[in-house]
């Protein structure tokens, strides 16, 4: 089988997994720290606070903007839904701001047309949730641009996007952004098996991510201690969550950041393999911003005949190439549907779904097995019902 993506593990992360589960330290240890010190360095991020999944990042990072009753989250419907539901656990509204049909990513064209409706209507968004799909940054200038004339706080969503970069320099750094955040699931440029990290500049948004992340509890400070208590003595002042990294996932997460740009580089490699040999199929391309050097997370195609993607993407699978479908619009789900939503609403991102096709891509892809990717899908986008055209 060549899955859609596959994470790679070497003798090096056993081996520090091995020394996080021997030492003195399962979880709360020093590990935890060391990781975010070191992405926080290699994307030039002032503050990082690790989690044990992105969509608990997304969350606390909604919490620490604010974000409550009353309130509303915009996001890209081209996503997975935690990138809205993070709203959701906040008692907060979504709304969707429809993609570029050439980029997939959320359309700032789009965006500013929505915003103007919104300020007459007074429904304007607290936050803006931009989504980096495949790993190519959204146009966050001119999104950054928008925020500052309508007053939105800005979340980058970068689950797919570590690696990358924007305008050159490493997307994660914040300067278009309130926080950043990462994915390090087994299918994403990095693992630690399951993991996430907020990134930020603004040092009140890291203490308070920080402090929510770990039941919103504060331990002994001289200033809360007096005669009968001691530094057993710890106050519950948030209603927090257990949103922790564990020792095991950070050596992991370390070991793997070593090999990070390698991971980047071979994967831009074989996403320019799959331009070179895919132009003359009927398909289309994704389309790259020039500011933009992508991580490649995915590598998205769209059929120019979306009524044929059922029969492709079935016969691939049988014969044990993994391509898939990212995504489902999320206004299109049942839970979105109850709250208003419907097939119609968001027309760029529903278009894109109905031709889109993920092929593999990840980094022990060997060029053989990118071949026959290639090949079969480039057999089948020529047949008609089971017989090949002349």
Not at 55 to 62: D, M, P, Q
Request: aromatic residues 10%; charged residues 20%.
């Amino acid at each position: 089988m060549i899955p859609y993506g596959k994470q790679n593990i070497l003798q090096e992360d056993i081996e520090a997994v091995i020394q996080a589960l021997t030492s003195d330290f399962l979880t709360q240890g020093p590990r935890v720290k060391q990781f975010e010190n070191a992405i926080s360095k290699k994307v030039g991020a002032h503050y990082a606070v690790a989690t044990n999944s992105a969509t608990s990042s997304l969350h606390l990072a909604c919490l620490a903007l604010g974000l409550c009753e009353g309130q509303i989250l915009w996001t890209s419907p081209n996503t997975f839904v935690a990138s809205a539901n993070c709203a959701r656990y906040c008692g907060a509204e979504v709304d969707f701001v429809d993609i570029n049909p050439h980029t997939y990513n959320l359309c700032p064209i789009k965006l500013e047309e929505k915003l103007k409706i919104s300020r007459k209507n007074k429904t304007l968004p607290s936050i803006l949730v931009a989504v980096h799909l495949a790993g190519q940054s959204c146009n966050m200038k001119a999104i950054h641009a928008l925020s500052c004339e309508y007053g939105f706080k800005i979340i980058e969503d970068a689950s797919h996007a570590i690696g990358g970069r924007y305008k050159g320099e490493y997307i994660g750094g914040g300067q278009f952004s309130d926080i950043t955040v990462f994915s390090f699931h087994p299918v994403k440029i990095i693992t630690c098996a399951e993991g996430g990290m907020a990134l930020t500049n603004q040092v009140k948004l890291a203490e308070t991510m920080t402090h929510l992340r770990s039941h919103g509890i504060s331990y002994a400070r001289e200033d809360l201690l007096n005669l009968s208590e001691g530094a057993w003595y710890y106050e519950q002042n948030a209603l927090g969550m257990n949103y922790r990294m564990t020792e095991l996932q950070a050596a992991l997460g370390m070991s793997q950041l070593t090999r990070l740009d390698s991971f980047v580089k071979r994967r831009k490699a074989l996403a320019k393999r799959y331009h070179e040999k895919l132009l003359s199929l009927p398909v289309i391309l994704p389309t790259l911003l020039n500011e933009c050097d992508p991580s490649w997370h995915l590598y998205v195609i769209q059929l120019k005949d979306p009524g044929s993607r059922r029969r492709i993407f079935d016969a691939l699978r049988a014969q044990q190439i993994g391509v898939h479908v990212h995504y489902i619009p999320v206004h299109t789900q049942p839970y979105y549907r109850q709250l208003g939503f419907d097939w119609g609403d968001f027309v760029n991102a529903e278009n894109y779904y109905h031709a889109a096709l993920s092929l593999p891509l990840f980094f022990d892809m060997t060029n053989k097995q990118q071949d026959k990717v290639i090949s079969v899908l480039s057999e089948l986008l020529f047949e008609k019902t089971g017989e090949k055209t002349a």
